[in-house]
């Protein structure tokens, strides 16, 4: 008899989005003919920029000609776009790394999902409350933790390290023992960030522990702030207990395009002084169970980071983080408590009197006609605010701003 993954069972029900699509629509349904706006799902609006569709139209014609034509490229990545992705590294933040140490991949979250696989089943995991679901989700499935708990609204088995208004989001390492620390920042969906010292800290705790830290850059580009870290590499003591994924969704719209890296230095410890161990084996995971990303998409890749295309990734960048002061300006002028929005297209809203998430996801929607996403959806510290997302038009932001005023 074939049995089904036992664990997926496990996996807390009603996943946010579908449950946030569930309220829309019936909404809908009650108000026929009128707009809802959406400032809710992270995902881009604006169109691919020219230099970077030119490098993949060319590829594109590339493919088409029989003298020019690549099949299955290496699974680890076009060694051009690992190379770029390298001098990236090195002229951007100063961190010197191996070509051998990146892994391009179809996205960061196919990465940050199956990168658990290459660490043993006993393994404790840590992450970020609030936090992007597939770090605990990904665990969940793999068998890693406990069954959910209703009660605190979390999984057995998993530390959370809380991160709310006391620690401005940042939350600290725990007191516990954890094998494995997923880390995010600039932070979704907080839109915090941290500072070297406060990444030292979890290098600090790495090392003590003999931990690995799982570091989601996603959002490296929208770092404005003078002195924050776009790499966790750059902290002192990283390359032996840090793995760093990323991804040109967010700073090049690829969201669509699919195109992501992960970088896994040789030097990593783990067992004890083994080093190199899970550098073979995330080489072993993807060249075993992936084909390597599109050859398209890679071409674009390069094109995004050679100097033309940095400018126009710059440009995307600051329209959505326009959106951003746009929308926590409007918020805060209404009277709303906000974070993030500055090294981030997050503005974490404080829900006002005493709502609950969803009770302010609801009296937005109803009163404003905007969509948001829950907090409480990310997790159990998440409760009692909203996520509002700069990803769209201008002007539909604006009218979604103008509406929250006049509106709430
Ligand atoms: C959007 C996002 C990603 C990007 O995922 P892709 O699969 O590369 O599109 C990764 N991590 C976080 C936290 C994100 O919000």
Known sequence: MARANEYFARLS??????????RINEWQLRNPGKKVMRLGIG???EPITPHIAKAMKDKIDRLSCRDTYTGYGDEQGDTALREALRRHYQEEYGVSLPLDAFFVSDGAKSDAANIQSIF????????QDPAYPVYVDSNVAGGH???????YDGYEGIVYMRADESNGFVSCPPEEHADLIYLCFPNNPTGAVATK????AFIDYAHKHKSIIIFDAAYSDYIETEGIPHSIYEIDGAMDCAIEINSFSK?????GVRLGWTIVPEKLVCEDENTSLLHQYW?????TFFNGASNIAQAGGIAALDSEGRKECASLVSYYKQNARIIRKGLEETGLTCYGGIDSPYVWTKCPSGMSSWEFFSHLLEKAHVATTPGSGFGPAGEGFVRISAYGHREDIEMAVKSIKENI
């Open 13 to 22: 029900s009603g996943y946010l989005f579908p449950e946030i699509a569930r």
């Open 197 to 200: 010292e406060q990444l030292s």
């Open 120 to 127: 043993s089943n006993s393994s404790i995991i840590a992450t």
């Open 43 to 45: 995902n881009t609006t």
């Open 283 to 287: 080489n072993r995971r993807q060249t």
């Open 145 to 151: 933790t406990g069954s959910y708990n209703k009660a």
């Open 251 to 255: 700073n090049a719209g690829f969201t």
